[in-house]
């Protein structure tokens, strides 16, 4: 048979939100997506106590409970850092357990956060765990494309961090020939151009069932959101004022419209997704006597312990926000939901008419808060028409 090239000019392959059943599709149809943002890794944002741990069985249970209560997607945060760059010691790789989760889950999507740079990765290992794990979860699993915005990471794997919007070019080859060889019906012969990497006669098969796994990147730069709106379905994004909700709520429509127009221009569909951080109690007095004993907790030692924020990074999704308006608490997340649970609703209505079309959700306490949000949030989330059965 004679071997294909690379198609120039990006992927023409269909993608999940092509397919009608696909379960992307079929969890785009809830006005108001679900997800779980989990921590796969120790982080410690405060000293007052949690439940939280980085290990599988704790973060598979998380899931399943989420699936339980109709949640649409789970997702991990992963980074690669040095001795004592955790705020802990440990750290699972967000490939291999999201991966591992879709033997152990039916409905809820998953997605692998993924260094796609690193190493480097070949295209035809990453077409071929991808086209593996599509098959194992029936077309649940996806990846967070992650170029890598600290210097010390890229190090880590022996070079000298790439240029920031270079980074998007090689991601973008990678994904046209990933692309390829999830779609192509003949071998795939290429030699890359912006990357280190050459392929003959490459053949992957299964082909994934919906055309290819879920795409998704995490971005605020120009030149991240022109790669979501060519490769990915879902895109990440950060609120451009800042964590706090107000400053959010009045940023974010300009931001989101922008994007969207740009994925229309071009034929696309992109759904668009952030990650709240919900701190919530019974009543609005409960809520801010709990958040006050978080921030009492982030004393000189954790802050000490949090190095992360020291290593260097060339990231433009945190840069717009410049203290103009309120930024929030450092809570680690890109916005901060806080309050009753009728409050906590009314905010996520907010977001909701900005444009977002789901949020990751994160809690400061993975057991008794997000018990909280199940038993007495998702109710109200519903009453408000922002969740369908
Ligand atoms: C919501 C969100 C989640 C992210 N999660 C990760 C992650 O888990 N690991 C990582 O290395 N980078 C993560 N990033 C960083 C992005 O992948 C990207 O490197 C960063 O936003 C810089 O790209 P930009 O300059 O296009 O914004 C995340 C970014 C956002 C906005």
Do not use: C
């Not at 779980?36 to 249970?61: A, G, I």
């Amino acid at each position: 048979m004679t071997a294909t090239s690379v198609r120039e000019g990006g992927p023409t392959l269909k993608g999940p939100l092509d397919f009608a059943d696909s379960p992307l599709r079929v969890a785009e149809r809830q006005p108001l997506m679900l997800g779980v943002f989990l921590d796969l890794q120790d982080r410690k944002l405060s000293n007052f106590p949690t439940s939280n741990s980085w290990k599988f069985d704790y973060n598979l249970e998380i899931v399943r409970k989420a699936e339980a209560a109709g949640f649409e997607i789970a997702f991990s945060r992963m980074q690669w850092l040095p001795k004592g760059g955790y705020d802990g010691e440990a750290s699972l790789d967000a490939f291999i357990a999201l991966g591992a989760m879709a033997a152990a889950t039916s409905k809820i999507l998953l997605i692998s956060t993924i260094h796609v740079l690193y190493g480097p990765l070949h295209p035809l290992h990453l077409a071929k765990y991808g086209a593996t794990l599509d098959h194992i979860s029936k077309g649940r699993w996806g990846i967070n494309i992650v170029t890598g915005h600290r210097a010390i990471e890229h190090q880590m794997f022996g070079w000298n961090r790439i240029e920031h919007d270079k980074r998007y070019e090689m991601a973008g080859e990678l994904f046209d020939v990933v692309n390829s060889l999830w779609g192509e019906t003949e071998n795939v012969t290429y030699e890359g151009k912006v990357s280190p990497w050459k392929l003959e006669n490459a053949w992957v098969t299964p082909k994934p069932q919906y055309g290819r796994p879920v795409l998704v990147n995490a971005t605020g730069s120009p030149v991240g959101i022109d790669f979501a709106v060519k490769y990915s379905d879902l895109v990440f994004i950060t609120s451009p004022a800042g964590a706090d909700i107000q400053s959010a709520l009045e940023s974010l429509p300009e931001h989101i419209a922008r994007i969207k127009e740009a994925a229309k221009a071009v034929g696309r569909e992109i759904k668009v997704l952030i990650n709240p951080i919900i701190v919530s109690r019974d009543t609005p007095e409960e809520a801010e006597s709990y958040l006050q004993q978080i921030i009492d907790g982030m004393g000189e030692g954790v802050k000490e312990k949090r190095i992360l924020a020291r290593y260097d990074s060339d990231a433009h999704a945190w840069r717009g926000q410049n203290g103009q308006r309120k930024v929030g608490y450092n809570l680690g997340a890109n916005v901060e939901v806080i309050g009753s649970p009728t409050q906590v609703v009314e905010q996520l209505s907010g977001l909701h008419k900005t444009g977002i079309d789901g949020v990751q959700l994160g809690f400061y306490d993975w057991q008794a808060d997000f018990d909280h949000f199940l038993e007495k949030i998702l109710p109200l989330l519903k009453e408000a028409g922002l969740r369908v059965d």
